[in-house]
């Protein structure tokens, strides 16, 4: 895991993935197959996206507002 990030399992397929910038969970409904959902700081969406680049992450990811009310974005890599 990269500096400054912090991860805990809070399932069997899912973990809670944090950053001062982002919270998002993480579900493996296979094990070539990851889901993310969560908030991240509409700025920063590049820099997670390079992060899961950089680890080799096959995913999808939607991103919602803080009140998770509105889907902000969609990423798929």
């Known amino acids: 895991m990269r500096a400054g990030w ?4 809070s399932s ?13 969970e993480l579900v ?4 070539d197959e ?4 969560g908030v991240v700081e509409p ?5 997670l996206a390079a992060v899961l680049a950089d ?9 919602w507002s803080e009140d998770q009310a509105t889907l902000l974005r969609e990423l798929a890599g």
Not at 12 to 24: L, N, S
Not at 28 to 31: A, D, V
Not at 55 to 60: E, H, N, P, W
């Open 55 to 63: 680890l080799g992450l096959r995913y999808s990811m939607e991103l």
């Open 6 to 9: 912090r991860a805990r399992a």
């Open 34 to 37: 990851r889901l993310f959902s």
């Open 12 to 24: 069997w397929t899912k973990y809670e993935v944090e950053h001062d910038w982002a919270r998002i």
């Open 28 to 31: 493996e409904p296979s094990p």
């Open 43 to 47: 700025s920063r969406v590049d820099e």
